[in-house]
């Protein structure tokens, strides 16, 4: 079974400043998909960003980037230009390509992340 | 398209209930998911579906819960008798077939068992 640990359960950050949240996981599988999902307080689960372990370019949308080491099974999420909007818990997930992409996908316990005025 | 609708958005209960959580996924998604959050455990897949049929239950704490999936466009979780350490927010999740899609959340039941 995967496992995802998100070991910083809350940040907080200045407006406009960068922050990297961090993200190990845990899995015998080769190809597999990665996912970060942001929950403000609306409880809303939103897709942030995602990576398919095969691609070795590091996936971004626009102020959101990551730094996918596969070997070290680190899945970090970047987020440039912090804006208060960004509040909210952040969810690292991944998802297994053996049930071809049937089956769910597994959680780290999240980051608050605070960003500050 | 609307969207992963779940209804109701709040639900209060007594102890011993039944309680009963729906799902409408969005059109053409043939997965669907419920997923349980707390703050202790943090977000857990219950069970899945696929085409209707369900998958994998292992995720379903107890048999007090039960989940169906009769149409492609309708799901239940039921909790028979309810009980307080049942309170959480239940998520559903829909998704096209393949493991390089991405999957829709409803905006969650949030169940209080007193």
């Known amino acids: 079974a995967q496992t995802v640990t998100q070991s910083q359960p809350e940040m907080s950050v200045q407006e406009a400043e960068t922050v990297t949240l961090s993200c190990t996981y845990d899995?015998?599988?080769?190809?597999?998909?990665l996912f970060w999902y942001k929950q403000p307080p609306s409880r809303q689960m939103i897709l942030v960003i995602r990576q398919e372990a095969y691609k070795q370019q590091n996936a971004t949308e626009n102020r959101f980037s990551v730094n996918f080491q596969k070997a070290a099974k680190s899945f970090s999420l970047k987020i440039s230009d912090s804006q208060l909007g960004d509040t909210a818990m952040y969810f690292c997930a991944f998802q297994s390509s053996s049930g071809g992409g049937a089956d769910g996908l597994t959680f780290g316990k999240g980051t608050h992340l605070i960003i500050q005025p | 398209d609307a969207g992963v609708i779940q209804s109701p958005r709040h639900e209060v209960t007594e102890m011993g209930q039944e309680v009963t959580l729906r799902c409408k996924p969005i059109s053409g998604h043939n997965s669907l998911f419920w997923y349980r959050q707390t703050m202790m455990r943090g977000l857990e897949l219950l069970i899945y579906?696929?085409?209707?049929?369900?998958?994998?239950d292992s995720g379903m704490p107890e048999d007090r819960f039960s989940a169906k999936m009769p149409n492609a466009s309708f799901s239940t979780l039921k909790i028979q008798p309810s009980e307080p350490r049942d309170s959480a927010v239940y998520f559903c999740?829909?998704?096209?077939?393949?493991?390089?899609?991405?999957?829709?959340f409803g905006q969650g039941t949030r169940l209080t068992v007193v």
């Open positions: 999740a829909s998704k096209r077939q393949g493991y390089d899609t991405e999957a829709f």
């Open positions: 579906f696929n085409n209707n049929v369900p998958i994998d």
């Open positions: 899995t015998s599988e080769s190809n597999y998909y």
